[in-house]
């Protein structure tokens, strides 16, 4: 079974600029998480979705970030303006709704610098 | 915020023996599990233990988990130089299985 894939793995970029990262989960996979993981701190979610629909995005700074999962497989995260504070790891993860399968299962993440 | 927090922060073993970490969290929860972080990778599931349960043990993990006062710990027996990781609790909680990461407990097992 495929794991989760992510890319690109490495990103530099410069601030006010934007930047795509890009999630393809495990095939039957109904959830999919996106996570921010700063040096030395453990993830933060930043938006989980159901399928096409968003179940919570609570943290997800929404005036520079934003993301969507057409037809409820691949996703992409976006930032546009970057900022400095925006440097970490960027990663996406996935599960089943099946009960009793509630591991998520994650991508080797995109670490991200801001310059 | 984040829900959980591991606690020791650090902590440095010698090979053989074994490493406890514990986690405390504040709401009510569906379930704990417990990940791991090699430096600089992505985080692999562990175990799960869910809410009504109170001790689950998979190869050398033993978690237990104390709804009453919010509170998990992982012991791993044994330590071995390749558990050295990053190891993080994670709380799942409501409807949708919204799930909550710790800060981490940074484990050093020294050959």
């Known amino acids: 079974e495929a794991g989760v894939a992510q890319s690109p793995r490495y990103k530099i970029i410069e601030k006010r600029q934007s930047v795509a990262f890009w999630c393809n989960p495990i095939?039957?996979?109904?959830?999919l998480y996106w996570y921010q993981q700063i040096l030395g701190q453990g993830p933060k979610l930043l938006i989980q979705?159901?399928?096409?629909?968003?179940?919570?995005d609570s943290q997800l700074p929404k005036d520079r970030f934003s993301a969507e999962r057409l037809k409820g497989v691949d996703s992409t995260l976006k930032i546009q303006p970057a900022k400095l504070e925006d440097s970490a790891v960027y990663l996406c993860?996935?599960?089943?709704?099946?009960?009793?399968?509630?591991?998520?299962?994650f991508g080797p993440g995109t670490r991200l610098l801001v310059l | 915020s984040q829900q959980g927090e591991e606690d020791p922060q650090a902590l440095s073993i010698q090979e053989g023996e074994n490493a406890t970490m514990n986690c405390s969290y504040k709401?009510?929860?569906?379930?704990l599990q417990w990940y791991r972080q090699n430096s600089g990778r992505g985080l692999v599931h562990l175990i799960l233990?869910?809410?009504?349960?109170r001790e689950k043990h998979s190869g050398r993990l033993r978690v237990t988990l104390d709804t009453s006062k919010k509170s998990s710990s992982l012991l791993i027996t044994a330590s071995r130089a390749a558990d050295t990781a990053s190891y993080f609790c994670?709380?799942?909680?409501?409807?949708?299985?919204?799930?909550?990461f710790g800060i981490g407990t940074k484990l050093q097992v020294i050959p």
């Open positions: 994670a709380t799942s909680f409501g409807g949708y299985q919204k799930v909550t």
């Open positions: 709401t009510s929860i569906n379930n």
């Open positions: 095939s039957g996979h109904a959830t």
């Open positions: 979705f159901q399928n096409n629909g968003v179940v919570d």
């Open positions: 233990i869910r809410s009504n349960e």
């Open positions: 993860a996935s599960s089943t709704l099946l009960a009793d399968q509630e591991t998520q299962y």
